[in-house]
Every structure is written in structure tokens, then in C-alpha cells.
């Protein structure tokens, strides 16, 4: 089958998984009532552009971890009312996430994008993601996968106040989402971080479906992609990188990571931001891959957090 027709069918398979957790009944009612909400606030203040209802949704001191956007609700309103313009609010967003859950308080939309290869010319389709925290029943907190991008040449450097939060808190899952959790941080701990790719054989599918434009589709392809530069280590309990939250639903497994780099805007200043990673686990074997990876290698080289850094409020 051809890699187009592939993605396809999978693509098309994900956006009827994610319309069916309600009917699965994978989403409680609050759940379910949180993926509503946001989806109504995406709809009214962004698509729709309607900032002035912005405190219908936003909690005050909305905490901000976008790193080109100040913390705040004012600051969020200050910031899209340079380019927001007010039109008719869409009764569904369009185009629709590729995947989209609500897990405890968090709820997660999942993009799909065209970027352009730099080699090549040719459009091809990459990932973005958005991660929300819902508190009394207001949007309090926002992730997604932005790097600091400095100003155009000669406009100013605006200063960005940055959201700084409660440490994440891991909802409650059950005895089979813990399964799956389980299986998928073979994957993310023991092959990726200790690098023990002989590993895949045991919990990845044959078939494995990769969204990550840079390696190939297929076990065999990852194997051979990440065995070019491998350096395996005896696997530990502990991570190397431990996550900064783990989200699954399902099949489902979302982990948001956390990086530090030197901020292109200020000199020997580190700003901190977030990198996704996703897996679909099917019949017991992980399935399917999705990341914010992009062809361009626009990724900023990752520092030590330097101490003294304060990036929780508890």
C-alpha cells in the first residue's frame, strides 16, 4: 500500500476514534463536559475572535506556557487583539483535530499541518499539539508545541512575562489504561532514552505507523533509523527525562515533555518550553506514532535548566 493511501486510512480511522470515546464511554461526564467547553472557547475567542467574551471562558490568571505570549487573561486578549478579527463563530472546528480527548482536568487537541521539505519543495504533513487545564469550570492553564521565535528584523523585542503553574498532576487511571501506559514507556524510556532499540521486536507492531516525517513507516524502518546512532544503555527504573505529564485515554497515550534552551531574543537568558510525543497502542502492541517533529530541524538544541529556575509555583 502506498504511504499516501496509508496515512490516509489511518488519518481517517483516528478522526472516528475520537468522535466515538463519548460513545465508548472512555470520557466521564465531566470529561466530556470540559472537551465541550474548550471547544466552544476555541470556537467563540479564537476562530470566532470574539476577545470580548474571553472572560466567559478564561480563568484571571490563566497561566500561559506559550513562550512568545505573556501569562494572564489580559495579556492572551492583548496579544491576539493585533491580528483577531470578529466573524461569524463556526459551529465546529475546521479542519477538526486528528485527536482530541479529555483526561481529568486536561483536554488535548491534537493538528494536523502542511509544512514545506527544504530539500525538496514538496508539502508534507507534520503534527501540533495543544494541551489545556480546566478549573472551575474556567480554561486556567495552556501548552503547546511553540518554540521563543525572536521579532522580525528591526521591530522591537517585547517582553514576555511567562506563565509559571502548579506542577502537573496525573488524573486517575484505570487497571487497563495503565496497561497501555506501561507498554507504550518501554517505548519512550527504554528504547528512545536508554536507547535499547533490540526492544522494538517486543512492543512495537510490525506495521507500526510513524508520523514523524523524518523516519520511516514500519518496526523495521524505526530500528533501522534510530540504530544509525545508538548508544545503548543498561535500562533503569528512573527516567532519563521524565515527562512532565502523562495523559492517556484508551489506546491512547500523550506525553508532554519539558526543554530549556537559550532564548534567541535576550543573551545568556533560558527560556523553557515543551515537546509531544503520542502512541496508539492496538491489540497490545504500539501501533502508531505521532510527534511535533518537522523536516526543517528548527528545534532548538535543548540546555541544562540552570539553577536557581523557577518554572512551578508549588
Request: net charge negative; hydrophobic share 40%.
Amino acid at each position: 500500500m502506498a504511504p499516501f493511501c496509508k496515512k490516509f486510512i489511518a488519518l481517517f480511522s483516528l478522526i472516528l476514534f475520537s468522535t466515538q470515546l463519548f460513545a465508548q464511554g472512555r470520557m466521564t461526564a465531566q470529561e466530556q463536559a470540559n472537551l465541550q467547553f474548550v471547544d466552544e472557547w476555541w470556537r467563540t475567542v479564537l476562530l470566532g475572535g470574539r476577545l470580548d467574551q474571553a472572560a466567559d471562558y478564561m480563568a484571571e490568571d490563566y497561566i500561559q506556557h506559550n513562550p512568545n505570549i505573556s501569562t494572564g487573561r489580559s495579556a492572551f486578549v492583548d496579544f491576539f487583539s493585533n491580528f483577531a478579527q470578529e466573524r461569524p463563530i463556526p459551529e465546529s472546528i475546521n479542519p477538526p483535530p486528528v485527536i482530541q480527548f479529555a483526561k481529568g482536568d486536561y483536554v488535548v487537541f491534537v493538528w494536523e499541518r502542511e509544512g514545506q521539505d527544504p530539500s525538496s519543495g514538496e508539502t508534507y504533513p507534520y503534527n501540533f499539539f495543544d494541551v489545556v487545564r480546566v478549573e472551575d469550570g474556567m480554561v486556567a492553564e495552556h501548552w503547546d508545541s511553540v518554540f521563543r521565535t525572536p521579532p522580525p528584523p528591526g521591530a522591537p523585542v517585547m517582553p514576555v512575562n511567562p506563565g509559571i503553574g502548579p506542577m502537573p498532576v496525573e488524573p486517575a487511571y484505570n487497571a487497563a489504561e495503565r496497561e497501555v501506559i506501561d507498554l507504550v514507556n518501554i517505548e519512550m524510556k527504554d528504547i528512545l532514552q536508554y536507547q535499547q532499540i533490540d526492544l522494538a521486536s517486543e512492543v512495537m507492531a510490525p506495521d507500526y505507523i510513524q508520523h514523524n516525517p523524518n523516519v520511516p513507516d514500519g518496526r523495521d524502518g524505526f530500528v533501522e533509523f534510530f540504530s544509525r546512532f545508538a548508544n545503548p544503555q543498561p535500562v533503569q527504573d528512573e527516567w532519563i527525562d521524565e515527562p512532565e505529564l502523562i495523559l492517556a485515554s484508551g489506546d491512547i497515550v500523550l506525553y508532554m515533555m519539558k526543554r530549556y534552551s537559550e532564548d534567541p531574543t535576550r543573551n545568556n537568558e533560558v527560556y523553557k518550553w515543551n515537546w509531544f510525543d503520542m502512541f496508539r497502542v492496538e491489540d497490545g502492541w504500539i501501533q502508531e506514532h505521532w510527534d511535533m517533529a518537522t523536516r526543517d530541524n528548527n528545534v532548538p538544541a535543548s540546555v541544562e535548566r540552570p539553577a536557581g529556575f523557577r518554572e512551578y509555583s508549588n
